[in-house]
């Protein structure tokens, strides 16, 4: 069974809609119990880092989400992953919960082709770093979909794919021991991400 955790922030039904056609058992929940019987965890996430954080915060859900994580897969897509790193400067500085070492930074400053539209959206190429579980049915180059204006750096040991945008490789998977991320959306990546789904839950 897939925990999907509810704090408020993501576009839940999406994911939910994407892991049931996959014929896979999945419960939205901010339940710790719920959490500590599953067998795989997804931490989903839009908006802005420093509420979103807050916000599940208040769930009391960080010591369980941390404690599990030693124990199980978990897969932090968009502000999820954004969330899984020591810190993030989007609109200040914010802790993260350090299940990934690196931060999140803006991607605007580090363009140097100043015209490029951020937030970077659409479909991009993922570039495979070097191979893992996660992409057991995905093919390196396949196009995966991304809607986001900051994004992880400083994080080269735990990168396992990466999507160039302008002069940036921008950091499109990583990976720490059992803790996954995505920065683009599989649920909104068609076929492509519904395999990278698949191999998650196989993991």
């Not at 996959?22 to 959490?35: C, F, S």
């Not at 997804?42 to 979103?52: H, N, S, T």
């Not at 580090?110 to 490029?116: I, M, S």
């Not at 196009?143 to 750096?153: C, D, I, L, N, T």
């Given at each position: ?10 576009n ?12 896979l ?33 208040a ?20 502000l ?25 930074v803006?991607?605007?400053d ?13 479909w991009?190429?993922?570039q ?11 093919e390196?180059g ?6 986001h ?8 040991p735990?990168?396992l ?9 921008v950091?499109g ?13 599989p ?17």
């Amino acid at each position: 069974m897939i925990a999907i955790i509810d704090y408020g922030v993501g576009n839940l039904f999406s994911l939910s809609s994407s892991l049931k056609a996959l014929g896979l058992e999945t419960v939205i929940t901010n339940d710790a119990e719920q959490l500590r019987a599953a067998d795989r965890i997804i931490l989903p996430g839009v908006g802005a880092f420093g509420d979103a954080k807050a916000k599940l915060d208040a769930t009391g859900l960080v010591p369980v989400i941390r404690e599990e994580a030693q124990k199980k897969p978990l897969l932090g897509i968009c502000l999820g992953m954004q969330l899984l790193f020591d810190r993030s400067f989007e609109y200040g500085e914010h802790k993260g919960l350090g299940l990934v070492p690196g931060q999140v930074v803006n991607l605007h400053d580090d363009l140097e082709d100043k015209t490029l539209k951020v937030p970077h959206m659409g479909w991009n190429s993922l570039q495979i770093v070097p191979d893992d579980p996660i992409f057991k049915h995905f093919e390196d180059g396949e196009y995966v979909y991304y809607v986001h204006s900051f994004y992880a750096k400083d994080c080269l040991p735990s990168t396992l794919g990466t999507s160039q945008y302008g002069n940036v490789a921008v950091t499109g998977v990583v990976r720490n021991g059992n803790v996954y991320g995505t920065q683009f959306h599989p649920e909104k990546s068609g076929d492509a991400g519904l395999r990278l789904l698949k191999a998650f839950s196989e993991l």
